[in-house]
């Protein structure tokens, strides 16, 4: 009869050893709580080394998995980019390559390949690394995997094999039977086995616990970096340097950190490596971070101007001896342990399964790697305490940050894509506008497709229309001055940003909410400062003419009240905020990035006024240069005084198509035609009381719709084009269809809030609302949201218009006046904030948001612009388990590129819902609101913790 094993846990460890079970025979359940490697395995590089081992017993480990992973790379028909690319450990100094080289000769003995390479043979191995290096070690047979696609690999393995998965539950508890165990589960529920595995990494302590066992396990928290694709060859191998071996080692809670720089598939670069023993505490650590970019650079200065597009961090499964535990529990009879591999578990995880199948099926015990080595230790005091969040300070950039040092110069941001020289001056604003005025619609070309792509979103939320400048540097053209000299320094440090910025109140952005609120807390004699990545104030509704040189149009008086009493941060970047350890002078802290240089600002009251970003719903040709989102038409027509196409279409939901259709037939080039998917009848039936409720908005709605009458209940339905735009099919619900002839076609479905920077400070937001495409902050009567001392206005609280953001923007300044000693806040105020934030909620019933495109669209559409994911792939993920966006994100990379689910995430959220997931979250979370170049980054330390690079 079979022997029947339960396995708690679906990462590479768990799915490994259900595999390995299931070839010997074994009958095996998989037992998860969430989805097949959502935990440690999907927060890790993939790396498979033996070049950091040099215990015989975890060598002999290695060098067996290693053998295993190739076999299986050859037979897996799910490819996981697999790659023997080899490791180089570099040596600094000549005694130091001495002491490398007595490593090597260790290793050799223990079966590992290693050989010294002088400096010329690391050149030629690694070209862009730093001069003046001694030497270093080569390992031949170090290799690496894309880790969730291992992960998928395996569960299909394992799958194909007769094993069974329950997921979504998680193990509760466990008692023995006559013959036997019984698992317990959340749902309950409960699996009657001959053994159970414990394969949950990090979580393996409190799980042991659960049933009765002990697991000497604590989790060590890691930090990477992910730099924008990069060119081919820039980083060939894993390359560190010795103090990552250490690191491996240490015991030490403290912060461990110790530069490894390494390429992936997609192109991106991966730097690490950071060890904290700082028990589940999740904040980044941008000290850390800034070290990490220094140690990166020192070794390959070329990478100084790439930019860091996201960091994440995971938890893995440490032991106080650092091997991991495959055997018995030292307390339940029945109970085995598969974890404690720290960061070397993909790498270790097919041998770790031959170990442990050995004890679980033959009674086989490796007394190396037995769990009950180490009896019922309580790694209790091996979490570490959490470090107290230490304000940051600015470093001047030093020689090594320099960018210029290496062998082959900067690598150059925006990799294949085949960019154009980049115009100055002229009468456009932005390169976007002058190529666009050139009659140039697309102006690179996709990486993985060689699609051309040019703009799209119009105000640098979709990274679409990138391209690299004279330095290298990766910039978005729709933001990027034109007149900036062709000379001009982007990288260089500026002295008078060096000063933090010490400040009451601190408003990020400039639109009208922002501006309302600065207003009234500036006017109140407040320090005040007004942020935004803008030249000019007024957002999107307000914004300014390229040629005004002071405010003009309805919202003038506005504008220079807003910005008459604070300092402006024109042209600024908020990276991130954060929130100060009690008992600092200011409660909050902003990273800001001006003029290519960081900027701190520390205040006691923040005023997020972030606004939102259109969501377009795909359809067959949407990335097609000349298809753009409205929003970025009404950019260009409002700064540049004119459309740059003149033959435009409209097409999608929502009264913003009526006001860019306004705005282009005032500019001369009225539009084509105006789309308008909803059905007349569903809107005058819906459209009436809310009209009733807010008159004065039903007036405007309905003067704009006679300017420019919308085809009711008329959708795009294709693009057509080869190298950019050229005509629209357009349809009805009653299968009627024209081609029209385009230049451009501006789509949006609806507006969704913009809540990355709120998230990075642990607002809650609402979730997934009624028709809406994502979340939106939640904030009490006065603006406040659940974080004190953070209120939050306008888009951002949901999407309402200009009232509703100024209304709201008064309310929030005169309820910061009020807490800071001023007087009490008017009732009137917080009933105009309340009218408008009703008129939002009609607005939203009115026009919601659809997800029917997800079920209508062929699979080979893109979801994700930046990684070219289609929606056959994110089918696929939500076949294999996904039911949230960040299982699907793991899968399939959406929302990994430069913009960060900006534009997919929505995409992805509103597909799940589609497929009867009623709470897919969101990919709002970003540690990184926006790409900063690692030469930056480096400029990051504690004060009094960093030491200058030498």
């Known amino acids: 009869m079979s022997v029947h094993v339960a396995v708690v846990g679906a990462g590479i460890i768990g799915l490994a050893a259900a595999r390995e079970l299931a070839l010997r025979g074994a009958t095996v359940t998989v037992v998860e709580r969430h989805l097949a490697g959502a935990g440690t395995s999907s927060r890790g590089e993939g790396n498979m080394l033996v070049s950091d081992k040099e215990n015989p017993a975890e060598a002999r480990l290695a060098l067996r998995s290693l053998a295993l992973w190739a076999a299986f790379a050859e037979s897996s028909p799910e490819p996981f980019e697999y790659q023997r690319k080899g490791g180089i450990i570099t040596a600094a100094t000549p005694s130091q390559l001495v002491l490398l080289a007595a490593q090597a000769e260790r290793q050799r003995a223990l079966g590992i390949t290693a050989s010294v390479l002088t400096p010329e043979e690391l050149a030629e191995r690694e070209p862009n690394l730093a001069d003046g290096l001694a030497g270093g070690l080569w390992f031949p047979q170090d290799a690496q995997v894309m880790p969730i696609h291992a992960v998928r690999a395996l569960r299909r393995a394992a799958l194909d094999l007769g094993v069974t998965e329950r997921v979504g539950v998680g193990a509760t508890g466990l008692a023995r039977r006559a013959a036997g165990v019984r698992l317990s589960v959340s749902d309950g529920s409960s699996i009657d086995a001959d053994a159970v595995v414990l394969a949950a990494g990090p979580w393996s302590a409190a799980v042991a616990a659960t049933l009765g066992g002990v697991a000497p396990v604590f989790p060590r928290r890691g930090l990477l970096l992910v730099t924008e694709p990069l060119p081919p060859g820039t980083v060939r191998h894993k390359v560190y340097d010795g103090r990552y071996v250490e690191a491996v080692a240490s015991d030490a809670a403290a912060a461990q950190v110790a530069p490894v720089v390494e390429s992936t598939e997609s192109g991106t670069i991966l730097i690490g490596s950071t060890r904290e023993a700082v028990g589940w ?31 994440y961090q995971g938890f893995r499964p440490a032991t106080p001896d650092h091997l991991p535990l495959m055997g018995p529990d030292v307390r339940v009879e029945g109970l085995f342990h598969d974890s404690g591999h720290e960061g070397a578990g993909i790498g270790l995880a097919l041998a770790s399964a031959e170990v442990l199948a050995d004890a679980v099926l033959d009674g086989r015990v490796d007394p190396v790697f037995d769990p009950r080595r180490l009896g019922e230790m309580d790694v209790g005091d091996r979490l570490g305490a959490h470090p107290p969040t230490a304000p940051l300070s600015l470093r001047a950039p030093s020689q090594g940050m320099s960018g210029g040092v290496g062998r ?31 009659g140039v619609q697309a102006w690179r070309t996709t990486r993985f497709q060689g699609r051309p792509r040019g703009l799209y979103c119009g105000i640098g939320h979709c990274y679409d229309c990138i391209l690299a400048d004279g330095h290298g540097v990766t910039v978005r053209a729709c933001l990027e001055p034109a007149a900036l000299t062709a000379d001009a320094d982007r990288g260089r440090a500026h002295a008078e940003l060096a000063d933090v910025l010490d400040l009451d109140v601190l408003v990020v952005v400039a639109g009208l909410g922002g501006l309302a609120a600065a207003a009234q807390v500036g006017g109140a004699g407040r320090r005040t400062a007004v942020v935004d990545r803008y030249g000019t104030a007024g957002g999107q509704i307000g914004r300014q003419p390229a040629s005004a040189e002071v405010p003009t149009g309805p919202w003038a008086d506005l504008i220079r009240q807003g910005t008459g009493n604070a300092t402006h941060l024109w042209g600024t970047t908020v990276l991130a905020l954060r929130r100060l350890a009690a008992g600092s002078a200011r409660r909050f802290e902003a990273l800001l990035l001006r003029d290519g240089a960081l900027q701190t600002a520390r205040a006691d009251h923040l005023v997020l006024a972030t606004g939102a970003r259109e969501v377009v719903a795909p359809f067959p040709g949407w990335t097609l240069p000349g298809v753009v989102t409205a929003g970025a038409l009404q950019a260009l027509v409002k700064r540049e005084g004119a459309s740059p196409w003149r033959r435009v279409g409209l097409a999608g939901s929502g009264p913003l198509l009526l006001a860019v259709a306004a705005a282009t037939r005032q500019a001369g080039t009225p539009p084509a035609f105006v789309l308008e998917s909803q059905p007349l009848r569903r809107l005058a039936i819906r459209g009436v009381p809310v009209g009733a409720r807010h008159p004065a908005k039903a007036v405007t709605f309905a003067r704009l719709a006679g300017l420019n009458p919308p085809r009711f209940g008329w959708r795009v339905l294709e693009a057509v084009g080869d190298d950019r735009l050229s005509a629209a099919v357009i349809g009805d619900r009653r299968g009627r269809r024209r081609t029209v002839e385009l230049d451009a076609l501006a789509v949006s479905d609806g507006l969704v809030p913009d809540v990355a920077v709120a998230l990075q400070l642990g607002c809650r937001t609402s979730g997934d609302r009624a028709g809406s495409a994502g979340p939106a902050v939640v904030v009490d009567r006065d603006q406040g949201t659940t974080v004190e001392g953070v209120l939050a206005v306008g888009e951002l609280t949901g999407v309402g218009g200009a009232e509703k953001a100024v209304a709201e923007g008064r309310l929030a300044g005169a309820v910061v006046v009020s807490a800071t000693g001023g007087p009490a806040v008017a009732a009137a ?50 076949a294999d388990g996904a039911v949230t966006a960040r299982a699907v994100k793991g899968l399939t990379r959406c929302g990994m590129g430069r913009c960060q689910g900006a534009v997919c995430g929505p995409l992805v959220a509103s597909a799940l819902r589609a497929a009867g997931h009623a709470d897919p979250g969101d990919l709002e979370h970003r540690p990184l609101a926006a790409p900063m170049t690692l030469e930056q980054l480096g400029r990051l330390s504690t004060d009094g913790v960093a030491q200058p690079t030498a």
């Not at 800034?290 to 101007?305: I, N, S, T, Y």
């Not at 082959?408 to 960019?419: H, K, L, N, V, W």
């Open 829 to 878: 105020l917080g009933d105009e904030a309340r009218r408008w934030r009703a008129f939002a909620e009609d607005l939203a019933d009115l026009y919601p948001w659809e997800d029917g495109w997800a079920l209508d669209l062929p699979g080979e559409e893109l979801v994700c612009r930046c990684e070219e994911v289609s929606l056959a792939e994110v089918r696929r993920a939500v």
């Open 408 to 438: 082959s110069g900067p690598p150059g941001g925006a990799s294949g894509t085949g960019s154009p020289a980049v115009p100055r001056g002229g009468a456009a604003s932005t390169i976007a506008a002058a190529l666009l005025r050139d």
């Open 281 to 311: 505490d999740a904040e980044v650590r941008w000290e850390l971070a800034g070290q990490l970019a220094r140690d990166a650079v020192a070794l390959f200065p070329a990478l100084a101007r790439a930019q860091v597009i996201r960091t």
